[in-house]
């Protein structure tokens, strides 16, 4: 009986040793961060599938390298504005007038993130063909309506699961 009950055990652990090999293996639970193909790649890949030659991609390239480091700065800085206003609102005693300075500061970030953005794209369409700019542009209306959609399904979940929640 012992023997069994071993034999059992075994033949267990090694289904779920297989089984979690597999979903690691086939990328169950990716980590979507930087340098993983994460959502900041998703615009450079977008670009990158539009049938470029070399020349274009070489100038791509060369786009890409010239807001890389700038792109990480900022990335920084919002960051560490994001955790002292997190940090201020949180505090014993709240003051509205720190809270509202720091969040002023998330926003000049984000409104510098936003604008630097606007420019590598501007420089990327200078490199591209006219119809490569109008695919572009249609693969980006796409990419809006998926993320509407996607919006739109976590509301009606979030209803579904708390109706009258206002938040």
Do not use: W
């Amino acid at each position: 009986m012992k023997s069994k009950t071993t034999v059992f055990t075994a033949v267990v652990l090694a289904l779920m040793f297989t089984f979690s090999s597999t979903a690691m293996a086939r990328g169950f639970g990716k980590f979507h961060g930087p340098g993983h193909g994460g959502p900041e790649f998703k615009g450079l890949r977008a670009v990158m599938a539009l049938n470029l030659s070399d020349t274009q991609r070489e100038q791509l390239s060369a786009i890409l390298e010239k807001y890389d480091r700038s792109r990480d700065e900022a990335r920084e800085n919002l960051m560490k504005a994001h955790e002292e206003l997190a940090l201020l609102m949180h505090e014993a005693t709240f003051d509205e007038q720190k809270v509202r300075q720091a969040h002023q500061k998330v926003s000049s970030v984000r409104e510098d993130m936003c604008v630097q953005r606007g420019n590598f794209f501007a420089e990327v369409r200078t490199v591209l063909t006219p119809e490569q700019a109008a695919l572009m542009k249609e693969r980006q209306a796409d990419r809006r309506e998926l993320r509407a959609d996607r919006r739109d399904h976590r509301r009606a979940m979030r209803d579904r699961a708390m109706p009258g929640a206002c938040f």
